[in-house]
């Protein structure tokens, strides 16, 4: 069934990406596969993510306001997808082919920008169907991470997992600014070498990845059912996990608040932007792997609330008076340290926490739950600035991290403490 | 599938997307040195301006001589290699000839033989600068402004400089917009004024809020006042403000963008008219504050320029329209291929 010789080749090129050899880790083929489809899809999603606003705004002379109403109305309708896709996932064994779907989707609306033209009614819905494509294929895919990795090791995993999928967001934006420099007024080349590169993303997830629920758990898994589902939240540890994660995600500002802010209060960040945002999908890439091992060895929960004392040192940036060129250094590594020791670490910590035949619609509703907390804080913050100025509303939201931060220390420690392994 | 087979059909993919975007690319490359400009429009490069610069040399040296006439700044927008590139022609008879210089702008004004051109710059070309040019587009200067190029403006006689950018963060999944407007002088380079530094009074007493966004400056004569419009929430208000007193005051409200007159006694401005991002044309006699809907059924979404005391003109999917100032008419295309028109009026 597992053609393990198939990916070996691939597997090969992944690990020495990452330097997983070297390092010692051991990861399975088909981390290091669905990391390659990432890396690919990532590198597509991120072109178009980049120059998006550009296009918008200058080519098609959008005004910021209907930008925004592009993009305001997706987000609960994409958080719906993910949880019947997590749940259609492990009700028929169908991982890989619902991932499929989600990967497909997006790759598709690489070649919708070519043909829609200037319409931004369907412009609004190319996005839309891009960020449903997303919801599907999130919670499929982690849940086969996590069902080819030990539990011990699920920390690891995720962590190389994140790290070619950061490579992407790293090398996208990339190709899409020199893109812009080479052809200043198309938009057109963008799209279609977007689209190249999600059908190769594509293409390794469907002629290598295979489903595989039996390698860890051997015991034959029972079909999902609504009420299984119910139970799964009933479960104390994953609703311990869920009120963890997601008040921490409350106290979490939205990236674009966070630059947006950066902006203001040092000046390097406004001249370059984008540079910010590569630099910090840098330092997640690089440090990906060694929190993950990390929290494989010293404890999960550990790891992720340090991710989230970390983020207390970008919000610190925000509102501290005279930083310099120095401080935007430091504010980098925070920043991509605080992604690297919380995004993968928290769906290792659920996926340890789920059982096997839950694991795609744990993971989904646990994502929707941590990604409408962060909504829920994007708009009380945005809220919070207009009404208190941003200083204040940096301290609220650094105060209630701190506030979130304790609680979740207490959760982890009563509740949803991980069984021993060493 | 065997694995040989799916290593090769994995290769053949990856083959045949990379040789697809490599061939599209240069496709794209090669179209866009090779085309033709439209018939009808005659280019030629190396543009100047002004006094004591040579006239704009064509092919034909005797066709046209445009030293001592008004002319029109824009960026061109011909479907070839000059795409994006700032462009000068006859206002007398605009269509007849473009001189390309040898920038490129997403936003450009040129006023008082001072012009400011809104382009990318900064490391990797991944951000925006301002650059300063004088009347034979050599750059005096350039300073960096953050976010996407939104207005420019300079003052009439070239001193001081405006920008406005719209700031957003990375990501589309997230639209929170805002601008930032700053005035320069653009003889030193030094900021003069952060608009969202200066304290606004409506009525006479304080107006503020911290959602506060303002944008589309206009320069009076006398190198002091200004206009600009303020946003807050979905009202937005006509400011007047002072560089020397540091202060900006409501003068009325549903303004954006606004543009003054070359006799400095009429606003040209867009409101909107219905749902979000339709606006239309207006001008308001700032002696009666009478408002007046210019003619066009299209939504507008620039800051308008004066063509003369009695016209308008302005940008509108890469057509620049003519449009009379009191209301009556219609408008009359001025130029295809164009966006971002400032008039260089001969003195």
Redo the contacts between chains.
Sequence with gaps: MY?V??SQ??ARGGRALIGRKRAGIKVSGTVVLLGLTSLFTDISSEMV?TI???YL??SL????????????IQQGASALVRVVAGFTADRFGRYKEVAVVGYGLSAVTRIGFLLVGRSVALIGAL?FVD?TGKGIRTAPRDAMIALSTPKEQLGTAFGVHRALDTAGAVIGP?IA?S????????F??IF??SF??A??GL??LV??VENRRDRVEAEPLPPVTMRSVARLLAVPRFGALLVAGGVLALATM????V??GL?QNLDFA????????VATSLVYMLLAVPAGRLADQVGRGKVFIGGYLLLLIVYAALVVPGLGPAASLVVILAFGAYYAATDGVLSAIASALLPAEARATGLSVLITVTSLARLVA?IAF?AA??????EAAVIVFAVGLVVAALLASVIFVRYAKEPAHA | ?R?RT??A??AA??AG??G??VV??GL??AR?HKSSPPPGVHVVSGATLGPGASPIRTKDASSVDTEGDSKLLFVS?IPDRT??SLAVAPLSDPTSIRAIAGL?C?RVYYAGGRGLCLT?G??????YVAKVFDSSFHVERQY?V????SRARVSPDGRFGATTM??????????????RTSIVDLETGKLVADLEKLPVTRNGQPFS???FNFWGVTFARDDDHFYASLGSGSDTYLLEGSMRDRTLKVLTEQVECPSLSPDGKRIAFKRIVGD??DWRLFVLDLATMKVTRLAGDDPI?DQAEWLDDDHVVYGN?NVLWVVPADGSGQPRKLLSHAFSPAVSRAS
């Design positions: 053609q010789a198939d080749v691939l993510t998006l606003p550009l705004v200058l002379g959008l005004s910021p306001l209907q930008f925004g109403v592009i993009d305001g996005v960020r990339l600014f893109l812009l420099i080479l052809l200043p007024n198309d057109d080349p279609f070498v190249c590169f059908l190769i293409a390794i002629l290598f939205s990236d674009g608040f630059y947006l902006q406004g001249r370059n932007l984008p540079l910010l945002y994007s945005g600035w207009v009404l208190i100025g941003v | 599938m694995r799916r290593l059909v994995l993919v990856v997307c990379m697809a975007a599209y690319v794209s490359v866009s927008m795409a994006g490129r997403v990318r900064g490391i990797l070309n991944t951000g960096s953050p976010g996407l190029p719209f700031v957003q963060g990375d990501s589309y999944s997230n639209g929170n917009f805002s601008t809020n911290q959602n979000a991002g979404d999917d």
